[in-house]
């Protein structure tokens, strides 16, 4: 199994895999405030929707460690915990508002996938329930519920993706032509992918799969980082453009297509990386199923349809300037550079979760598994 990760917590620090770098670099940086989570997540030096959730996660832990201005040694003990007032109400409270107004301003970091704001709302419901609950605790102890907290979601993800892993291979068959779009593997979530992981899994079992990355404009994650992860794990992969997906599809070279997703609708519309949609409509044409991968935690049931799923837009640099030695458009030309689209319902065979695979009526099914 190919062993890369996104993010690593070790000795109570955060690193992460610079993905900006990848495929010429592996470079590893070290966050240490909750400016350097806030840049990393911005910048895509961390991505995909469950990478963003976890490295959050431990984000506001790493931001709000050294909040109390006394030492361990003085917080740790009781007695001296309150000749310093670490468990005082007031001082409990203000390091809860801490925490609120710092995971407020991790969230701001990019608006689509929910995994970012889910993650930091268990982090905040953790600390906030002992506090309302009115039970003795100190500062240091909320900051150690937070530590608690966000190891548990990194290792539910863990888990999430190699039973995710599972049930896709339930789905293919050795030797099948699949075809994905960005990056939803081992490096977009904890380990092992979403929609990758039954690819991984299936390298490691002799399945052969014939993997076909589409490049993925404007950031280039198939090309830079999924045909990156394929390739190091000994996987068949071809990358193609994306406006050659339909040729390779009517070609027959294409079985099945996998995709991740960010923010999944309550009524199955599911937003990823700008050109999915087309990719799901192609697939249609061609009477190829299409798979989206998603974590429960990704299935928003509070945004009922796809419409109201926020969509980032980005910089139009990426797409004149990003790739080339010198300017591929004309200074006067205008941009239009949405991170994602949403693909609807009607155009996804299948949601693969970790809990199972769900078929439509989506609206009902998507809250039987979530709730159930």
Request: glycine share 8%; proline share 5%.
């Amino acid at each position: 199994m190919l062993e890369t990760v996104p993010l690593w917590f070790e000795n109570d620090r955060l690193y992460i895999l610079d993905q900006t770098r990848l495929p010429n670099e592996e470079v590893t940086e070290e966050l240490t405030t909750k400016e350097d989570v806030w840049d990393a997540i911005k910048k895509l030096k961390v991505r995909g929707a469950p990478a963003i959730g976890v490295c959050a996660a431990y984000g506001l832990y790493i931001a709000a460690k050294d909040f109390c201005p006394y030492p361990d040694s003085v917080c740790g003990d009781m007695n001296n915990s309150k000749r310093f007032g670490c468990h005082r109400e007031e001082n409990v409270r203000k390091f809860l508002a801490f925490i609120k107004e710092t995971a407020d301003y991790i969230n701001s970091s990019r608006p689509t996938a929910v995994n970012l704001s889910w993650a930091l709302k268990r982090m905040v419901k953790k600390v906030e329930g002992v506090v309302e609950a009115g039970e003795i605790i100190t500062v240091k102890g909320m900051k150690n519920l937070l530590r608690e907290e966000a190891i548990k979601i990194h290792e539910e993800d863990v888990a999430a993706c190699m039973a995710m892993g599972e049930y896709g291979l339930e789905l293919l068959k050795p030797g099948m032509g699949v075809l994905t779009h960005c990056n939803a593997g081992t490096i977009a979530t904890s380990k092992y992918g979403t929609c990758l992981a039954p690819i991984h899994l299936g390298q490691e079992r002799g399945y052969g799969f014939r993997m076909f990355c589409d490049e993925t404009r404007p950031l280039l994650q198939g090309a830079r980082l999924t045909s990156w992860e394929l390739v190091k794990n000994g996987v068949d992969t071809t990358l193609i453009c994306d406006n050659m997906a339909s040729i390779v599809m009517k070609n027959g070279w294409i079985d099945a297509v996998v995709v991740g997703c960010d923010r999944m609708a309550a009524n199955g519309d599911g937003a990823n990386k700008i050109g999915t949609s087309g990719v799901a409509i192609l697939a249609r044409e061609y009477g190829i199923p299409f798979y989206m991968f998603v974590p429960t935690s990704t299935i928003d049931l509070d945004t009922p349809t796809g419409s109201d799923i926020p969509i980032e837009l980005r910089e139009g640099d990426e797409i004149k300037n990003m790739w080339y030695e010198k300017p591929m458009a004309p200074e006067g030309a205008k941009t239009y550079n949405p991170a994602f689209d949403v693909t609807d319902h009607k155009y996804i065979t299948a949601v693969v979760t970790e809990k199972g695979i769900v078929r439509p009526p989506y609206d009902v099914n998507l809250r039987k598994i979530v709730e159930g």
